[in-house]
């Protein structure tokens, strides 16, 4: 099985090592890891705001980078959900968009989807993790128990969160156009926040805006992508 | 109502800052409101009726003017006077005439969002017409000059204590009285209003269009006074009201009251079939208003069409976090939180409500609460898109997102953005986009190297 990965321009620049977890564990896992150098962004961003036309030629560029690939896995529910719902739509016509849909996949759904995979090992054996739910993964594909059984089955401790499934605050430009709307969405998020030792989700956007918010309140808690902790759980 | 909703960005920051005890207000409310609707919808099929709400909702839209000939038949058969409102303007015309024909002085007014949309309460005060909100929450506002914040709970807003302070003021009760003594005495006020009112005004949450029977969901009862003590009762309907049977509210009473507060029913539903008969008490005349205002021409458009099946639940705003921060004020108009975003810019137009579509992270919250399946992340995409198609988006989104897709287009930039982006000193502080963002969450701090650069050194020592 050879699986494509598309890295997503944010954790490429901002949570690059979460990457290199990804492709260690797809490896450990037997599957054959190939990573299209030609690939930047979704589109996602420009797509969101309104400007269909600065997005379209993205997401070609995507069709064509990802054409060979069985499988395109992506640490990002947000991104999979841009190329699984919203690229039929952007891309009218190109019957290669609802083709590239079906192959697309966020990480863990990928592992728990495809794989099959339930237990990795057990690296994160008494870990309090508490995990957010992205919104598009969790809404718009359905990703919500893949990633805490992988997280469970590694011996985490998932602290219950009463807010784990409210939106951060960071939606893109959103977090631009109306920031002190989306600082104040953030605060809601920390301030429910359990004892825990690492926050995570699938989505580089939310730890990015959580990570930033949680610094300059300091509070101090560990945030790490998905994949890594999912490395972490194989490699022990 | 005159719209605000250009205001909304500036608004919303305005009262984040100003006053922080609305977003606690709101936010304890919402999620009260919000845990109520969850547990409700898990006691019955929740798919399934909403899926057919949703079917006969479409249904009776794509047949309007079908049923709204055969509710206005049954509605004159039943003895009631029907009118069409297409224009705010048409609706004063009509009320003004009631007015003075009756020569009312006092009226009583049932919750409607539609008045608000109308501007009744203005229109009766220019006339002379003493005009009393009935419904406690409506009542606090109306005190206050303020328009509603919620769909459902107008004063979602405030806290008791703003309300002990507003009563102190104006009835004398003590600083740290009771909601229960407050109760009372918006009460005694209004008992007093409802008996001397010549004129009662209300909306409906449906018009049935096989019996021309008005339905009307409410928890406190003044709905009830507010349609059947004055001699006179004026119902303001919106034409996207309607349903086709009268077994049609079998479905529609206990979904709306699950999706607006979590009750199997609400305390009281009214069933309105005309002015008293012989021998009966009630109002001697009723007049049903049917209101266009601008559904006729969102019923012709493509894809916002279906912002038409909206109940007026405001189950969406209680599952909205983007709302829950600041209540309905900042978007300016009638209607707020994620239904206000995309049937505003329906009823007003694109241009007077533009930034509404963007006061949403597109977390699909809304949509996993309407109990008729509003596509409301894919409708906001909808006028996003519109929006930047009528160049309505500012000229600095305009020039980054260009940028960005120069970048995103070519490798070779993006690979040069990545190297400045650790490279250079970047003026964070300079650009308007990285200071928003740089402000509340500090500097961006990308990893050491970039994940692609990671790649070929993994790759390397296999000699590819």
Not at chain 1, 9 to 14: E, G, S, Y
Not at chain 1, 193 to 200: C, I, K, R, S
Not at chain 2, 157 to 183: C, M, N, V, W, Y
Not at chain 2, 254 to 270: I, K
Request: charged content about 25%; some cysteine.
């Amino acid at each position: 099985m050879r699986v494509a990965l598309f890295i997503t321009c944010l954790a490429d620049q901002f949570f690059a090592e979460a990457g290199v977890a990804a492709v260690r564990l797809l490896r450990a896992l037997g599957v054959e890891v190939d990573f299209p150098e030609g690939q930047t962004c979704c589109g996602q961003p420009a797509f969101n705001a309104g400007h269909w036309e600065e997005a379209r030629p993205l997401a070609k560029r995507h069709l064509e980078i990802f054409r060979e690939a069985d499988y395109v896995v992506l640490p990002s529910g947000s991104c999979a959900s841009m190329v699984q719902n919203h690229y039929p739509e952007l891309l009218p016509g190109h019957p290669e968009a609802l083709d590239l849909a079906e192959r697309t996949y966020e990480f863990s759904a990928f592992l728990v989807r495809v794989l099959g995979v339930e237990k990795l090992g057990e690296g994160l054996r008494g870990k309090k993790i508490a995990y957010h739910h992205g919104c598009h993964a969790l809404r718009e594909l359905g990703v919500r128990e893949e990633p805490l059984l992988l997280l469970r089955e590694a011996g985490a401790e998932l602290v219950p969160w009463e807010a784990a499934e409210e939106c951060c605050g960071f939606g893109g430009l959103f977090s631009v156009k109306l920031p002190e709307v989306s600082l104040a969405m953030a605060d809601r998020k920390i301030a429910t926040l359990p004892q825990a030792e690492v926050l995570t989700s699938t989505d580089a956007g939310c730890l990015l805006h959580l990570a930033g918010r949680l610094a300059k309140k300091g509070v101090n808690l560990k945030v790490a992508p998905l994949a890594t902790l999912l490395w972490e759980a194989y490699a022990g | 109502m005159r719209a605000k909703a250009k205001l909304y960005p500036k608004e919303a920051a305005r009262l984040l800052r100003e006053k922080p005890g609305v977003r606690e207000a709101v936010t304890g409310a919402t999620l009260h409101f919000e845990r109520n609707r969850l547990r409700a919808y898990a006691e019955v099929p929740i798919a399934e009726w909403r899926e057919r709400a949703k079917a006969l909702k479409d249904h009776v839209l794509s047949h309007l003017d079908h049923y709204l000939e055969l509710a206005e038949k049954r509605l004159r058969e039943n003895g009631v006077q029907v009118h069409w409102a297409e224009t705010p303007e048409d609706a004063h015309r009509l009320l003004r005439a009631v007015v003075e024909r009756h020569g009312v002085k006092r009226a009583v007014k049932a919750k409607s969002m539609l008045t608000e949309e109308l501007g009744v309460n203005p229109l009766l005060a220019s006339l002379g017409v003493e005009v009393f909100e009935t419904d406690l929450g409506e009542y606090l506002i109306q005190l206050l000059g303020e328009p509603p914040s919620h769909i459902v709970g107008p004063a979602i807003h405030l806290s008791l204590k703003e309300i002990q302070k507003l009563f102190h003021e104006r009835f004398g009760t003590p600083l740290d009285a009771s909601p229960e003594a407050l109760a009372q005495v918006a009460r005694k006020v209004l008992r007093e209003a409802f008996l001397s009112a010549e004129l009662g005004i209300s909306g409906a949450n449906f018009l049935v269009a096989e019996t021309g029977t008005l339905a009307l969901m409410e928890n406190e009862g003044n709905i009830r006074l507010s349609t059947s003590l004055p001699k006179v009762h004026v119902a303001f309907v919106g034409i996207e009201k309607l349903l086709p049977r009268f077994q049609d509210l079998a479905l529609f009473l206990p979904l709306t009251a699950r999706a607006a507060t979590g009750q199997r029913l609400s305390t009281f539903v009214s069933l309105i079939q005309g002015p008293a008969r012989e021998g009966e008490e009630g109002p001697e005349e009723v007049h049903v208003v049917l209101v266009d205002h601008g559904r006729t021409a969102l019923l012709a458009d493509p894809e916002a069409w279906e912002t038409l099946r909206c109940l007026r639940c405001g189950a969406c705003l209680n599952a909205c976090p983007v709302y829950r921060q600041t209540g309905g004020h900042p978007y300016g108009y009638v209607y707020s939180g994620p239904i206000g975003a995309v049937l505003d810019p329906g009823l007003l137009s694109l241009e007077e409500a533009y930034p509404l579509p963007y006061a949403s992270t597109l977390c699909g919250a809304c949509l996993e609460a309407c109990p008729v399946k509003i596509p409301i992340p894919k409708l906001l995409l909808t006028w996003r898109h519109r929006a930047v198609a009528e160049g309505l988006s500012p000229a600095w989104e305009k020039a980054a997102l260009a940028a960005y897709r120069r970048v995103m287009e070519s490798p070779t930039l993006y690979r040069l953005f990545s190297k400045a982006l650790r490279g250079l000193p970047l003026p964070q502080d300079l650009l308007p986009l990285l200071r928003a963002w740089t402000e509340g969450r500090g500097p961006l701090k990308p990893s050491p190297k970039p994940f692609h650069q990671l790649w070929r050194e993994m790759e390397e020592p296999h000699g590819r």
